[in-house]
């Protein structure tokens, strides 16, 4: 779900295609695809810390972690950025230069952040470097902290994630890209892995996540319907906390087992949203190369969307077929 939030969010930004009144008056909502990005931070730090956890005392924590991460994340990314590199940048007009070391290396995020914002096709891969040094760092906070205290880390993490985005924009710098500045939405979810080894579990905090999912996402959508777009910097300090929280409350629901069959968790166990998720890293790699070439198309608005769409799905399905899967298998080396 949070890929296909992105997708809708960026063909609505990008697309160049002729639009017709329902989808322009779409168009206005699909501002809240943004926040994609913070529900896969908050989905990632509860995965990896729940699988932290578990392994914390294992032989080989660090090589099997690291050497798994790297397996399904280092072929697709320098994979795609060689093919973008070589192949796919010359037909993007691109204002600058920009070295290719920022993408080789993991700095995508911090050469927007204090270089340039210029956009550029893998300009997304912003997020995937935010992602890489959580994946660096994350492992070894598990490591060295005792578990019981692991919940205190986390909202540590989260209240100084809010202090650099204010002490950035003081400064005058961009917070949207920076590490330090999106680290809300791993706190929220490593806090939310911690609940879950507790006495009780999630299910003992059913309550409290509820509140956290109608308050939270209560103030995000009241301060987005009063603020957006007005050029509020001081609003950038609290709305990622804010959407961070909220993701927290939803997946903690969704996550929470029940003896009474979880509505809200079936949702997601359809097989469309399931098919999706299985390609959902790809999804993200390839969607804005493919609505650039899909805008090269001379299609109306639908047309254009339900082209991109499919293209999407289909260069992510046969990379996952034909090239992910077959590298992934080599996690069982790994155990």
């Given at each position: 779900m949070a890929a296909i939030m992105i997708m809708v969010f960026h063909w609505f930004q990008r697309s160049t295609a002729p639009r017709g009144a329902f989808l322009e008056s779409a168009g206005k909502f699909a501002t809240i695809g943004q926040t994609g990005v913070d529900l896969f931070f908050v989905l990632s730090g509860f995965l990896i810390t729940r699988i932290l956890l578990r392994s914390r005392s294992s032989r080989n924590y660090f090589r099997?972690?690291?050497a798994?991460?790297?397996?399904?994340?280092?072929?697709?990314?320098?994979?795609?950025?060689?093919?973008?590199?070589?192949?796919?940048s010359s037909s993007y007009h691109m204002v600058e230069h920009v070295s290719p070391w920022w993408l080789l290396l993991y700095a995508e995020n911090i050469r927007l952040t204090f270089v340039s914002s210029t956009m550029i096709g893998l300009s997304h891969f912003w997020?995937?470097?935010?992602?890489?040094?959580?994946?660096?760092?994350?492992?070894?906070?598990?490591?060295?902290?005792?578990?019981?205290?692991l919940g205190w880390v986390a909202l540590a993490v989260l209240l100084v994630s809010i202090l650099?985005?204010?002490?950035?924009?003081?400064?005058?710098?961009?917070?949207?890209?920076?590490?330090?500045?999106?680290?809300?939405?791993?706190?929220?979810?490593?806090?939310?892995?911690?609940?879950?080894?507790?006495?009780?579990?999630?299910?003992?905090?059913?309550?409290?996540?509820?509140?956290?999912?109608?308050?939270?996402?209560?103030?995000?959508?009241?301060?987005?319907?009063?603020?957006?777009?007005?050029?509020?910097?001081?609003m950038m300090t609290v709305k990622f906390s804010l959407v961070a929280l909220a993701y927290g409350g939803l997946l903690g629901l969704v996550a929470c087992p029940s003896r009474i069959p979880?509505?809200?968790?079936?949702?997601?166990?359809?097989?469309?949203?399931?098919?999706?998720?299985?390609?959902?890293?790809?999804?993200?790699?390839?969607?804005?190369?493919?609505?650039?070439?899909?805008?090269?198309?001379?299609?109306?608005?639908?047309?254009?969307?339900l082209v991109f769409f499919v293209s999407s799905g289909l260069v992510s399905w046969l990379s996952f077929r034909c090239f992910e899967s077959r590298i992934t298998a080599l996690k069982r080396l790994f155990v």
């Open positions: 099997n972690f690291y798994r991460r790297a397996l399904r994340i280092f072929p697709l990314y320098y994979g795609f950025v060689i093919v973008w590199l070589l192949i796919l997020s995937l470097a935010v992602e890489e040094h959580f994946y660096l760092v994350w492992p070894v906070v598990i490591y060295l902290v005792a578990p019981q205290r650099t985005r204010e002490c950035m924009i003081r400064a005058g710098y961009e917070v949207f890209f920076f590490t330090p500045c999106r680290l809300d939405g791993f706190a929220v979810g490593a806090f939310l892995a911690w609940l879950e080894f507790r006495p009780g579990g999630l299910a003992a905090c059913r309550h409290q996540m509820l509140v956290a999912l109608a308050v939270f996402g209560g103030i995000a959508v009241l301060c987005w319907v009063l603020a957006s777009g007005r050029g509020f910097k001081e979880n509505r809200l968790a079936s949702l997601w166990m359809n097989r469309p949203l399931r098919w999706c998720g299985k390609v959902s890293y790809g999804l993200y790699v390839f969607h804005p190369s493919c609505y650039h070439y899909t805008n090269m198309l001379p299609l109306n608005d639908w047309s254009n969307l």
